[in-house]
């Protein structure tokens, strides 16, 4: 779960899932429930919006360039809890000394737990997330369930993905 070179879009795609389902594996008692953690990997690891990422990024009719998984639950005691994991592209950003890359972010509650980059060789990514701050992208639902684990605990998912509007 660090930063690394890809092959190509698709290595760079298997390799934010990796660290995400590592991270969600890697959380200690306290935090979502075992069955929330346990329920959490099996959608990050079906999820085809994530999984897919790099069919869509460089799509002329998609060019999706950001797909976030939020789960949202409570615990036995009532303590309500967010993880999200968000999974992007971004070009080459002379600014940040940047080379064009997958990131991976992840996020308990509102706390960053992980931030990786998977870069890429000039070329090899043709969109990216906007660097222009007033730049809307559409945001539409690509996923959501529910899932139950007894009368309090309780864990939901929402996917959203995020492109440039056509």
Wanted: charge should be neutral; aromatic fraction near 10%.
């Amino acid at each position: 779960m660090s930063d690394e070179n890809a092959s190509s879009l698709k290595d760079a795609n298997e390799k934010v899932v990796q660290d995400m389902i590592r991270c969600v594996e890697n959380r200690q008692g306290g935090d979502a429930p075992g069955d929330a953690r346990t329920w959490m990997s099996e959608i990050l690891r079906r999820s085809g919006p994530t999984n897919n990422f790099h069919l869509y990024v460089n799509s002329p009719s998609n060019q999706v360039v950001e797909v976030e998984n939020i789960f949202e639950g409570q615990t036995g005691n009532g303590t309500k809890w967010i993880m999200r994991f968000i999974i992007n592209a971004d070009l080459r950003n002379e600014k940040l000394n940047q080379k064009p890359h997958f990131g991976c972010d992840v996020y308990w509650n509102k706390q960053p737990l992980l931030i990786t980059h998977k870069w890429f060789d000039d070329n090899v990514l043709q969109v990216g997330r906007p660097t222009d701050p007033k730049a809307q992208l559409e945001e539409f639902e690509t996923g959501k369930d529910r899932k139950d684990f007894d009368n309090k605990r309780y864990a939901t998912w929402t996917s959203i993905s995020k492109k440039y509007p056509h």
